[in-house]
């Protein structure tokens, strides 16, 4: 068993206004599943994009707006939203205070496609060194 102290992990800026803390990865010795925490101002958030896995977007604190594939939802403390593979989403701080999600990849490392850009992003792999 590996314990990991999340205290002692650092949080990145993924974009202006929100920052991650990425808990599980292929860094921490996973194999299956990658899971993250997002802290995001109002009105930002993660544009649409998809990941060819599921994942799980949980509400931690804050108010938000998750969208799948067109369709939308607002989602609160406690609110959980699977996404099936290859679905685009999104979502964003739709409060006036801070938004605090927790994410669940069913990867060890962080791929996605995003609308607005032509490359896959990739995160968290080994060799990083992030």
Known sequence: MKLIDHNNQPC???????????????LTGASALSIFEQWC????????????????????SGEAEIWIDGERFRASAGHSALITAKRRHGFRNSG?????????????????QFDDSPEVTRRWALGDGL
Not at 12 to 26: E, F, K, L, Q
Not at 41 to 60: N, Q
């Open 41 to 60: 101002e109002p009105g930002l958030g993660a544009p649409t994009h998809w990941h060819p896995v599921e994942e799980v977007l949980t509400v931690l």
């Open 96 to 112: 006036d205070g801070e938004l605090h999600m927790l994410a669940v990849l069913a990867s060890p490392i962080f791929e996605a």
């Open 12 to 26: 990145r800026d993924w974009r202006p206004g929100v920052s991650t803390r990425m808990r599980i990865s292929a």
